[in-house]
């Protein structure tokens, strides 16, 4: 019995991101799995200077609307990170299917590059990362690994938030941490016809990672502000919080974005309006270790845009399902196998003159995070 209750928090950690997600700073809990060096060589690992990971998702996909059938890699991502002694750390995580160059760069990395960053912790108090990271805005959707999300929402999914900058972490106890950061605002070159370019196009976000009783709720809440020209910003509110149980974990995610320019670019192509914008979006998400090796999750998205005291305001409501059926068939490797439906649905007021759409997709596949050292 105490085996199986070890085995499944640990599924439980892995799953639901205790710490982190796995797009912010160091990544998340990697669990207690061997490498395939070790797997293949037969010796131990003396430290964790360099570790190599393959994050990796395949399905095979059939769209009900419009019909369509395809086999798809979902996620193919490098990623390798390491510890030297007690302060300085590293991570570099690099999109292996997506073009390794894409436009004008303003900070000088490639559009692929995820993260490409150096930390040091000063003590247990204080720590600073400094490079291209992933924005540290909050909720548990927008850290949680890619490779395990079947669907984002609408927001997340046009968000731009890998970005070259600095942060700096604070626990004022070991249980609460706040942590701010200053980063660019774009990691291209932006355009906004009728907008003069603002000279410090910068992000500033202030992140709150709290643990309460002792590990049953987490939160992680955000706010900031983004420059978008001379004198237009973009604010965003994220409010994450999770119940942590041994066999059943459940969180919910607000996003509020606030934009004086449409950064995510939806109501611009939905209406052609670009300033007064606002999204609002919740999640829930809950998973659910019913059997060992198995897991059932399931997720509702609900996000609303629209242009700001006008007839637009709310126009497009979208929501959003998914529901999985997960398999772990090896303890020594963190790979699933999994059926899942994604159901989505547009809709539009009359104001719009838009049409409303719904698509559904069944997809069969496996995720597969090798450490390969």
Known sequence: ??????????????LTAFAQGGNTRDGGYDGDYKSLYELVSG??????????????????????????????????RIEIKGNFGDHLS??????????????????????ATDIMMLGWKFNDKWS???????QIWGGFEFDENPMYIYQYSDMIDYMDNFMAGAMVSWHPVPSQEIAVMVSNSFNGVPAFPGFEMPAHPLTYILNWNG?????????????????????????MVILGQQLNLPRFQWYIDYM??????????????????????RYHSFITKANWQFAPKWNLMGKVMY???????????????????????????????????????????????????????????????????IKAY
Not at 101 to 109: E, I, L, M, R, V
Request: glycine share 8%.
């Open 1 to 14: 019995m105490r085996k199986l209750f070890v085995t499944l928090l640990a599924a439980a950690c892995a």
């Open 43 to 76: 010796q131990q690992k003396k430290n964790e200077a360099f570790n190599v990971y393959f994050n990796y998702a395949w399905s095979f996909q059939e769209n009900l609307t419009p019909v369509e059938s395809m086999f798809k890699a979902k996620q193919f």
């Open 90 to 111: 590293y991570r570099f995580r690099h999109r292996l299917n997506r073009a390794w160059w894409s436009g004008t760069q303003d900070d000088n990395f490639s559009k």
């Open 128 to 134: 600073i990362s400094l490079g291209k990271m992933c």
């Open 211 to 235: 643990s309460l009783f002792d590990g049953l709720i987490t939160t992680r809440w955000s706010v900031g502000t983004q420059t978008m020209a001379k004198g237009k910003y973009s604010t």
């Open 256 to 277: 509020g974005e606030f934009d004086d320019i449409d950064r995510l670019g939806i109501v611009t192509a939905d209406t052609g309006v670009a300033t007064n914008i």
């Open 303 to 369: 996000e609303t845009a629209g242009v700001k005291d006008s007839v637009l305001a709310n126009y497009r409501r979208s929501i959003g399902w998914v529901g999985s059926l997960e398999f772990y068939p090896w303890d020594q490797q963190d790979l699933r196998f999994f059926l899942a439906y994604v159901g989505r649905d547009h809709h539009f007021t009359a104001a719009s003159g838009l049409p409303g759409d719904t698509t559904h997709r069944i997809e069969l596949g496996f995720m597969y995070r």
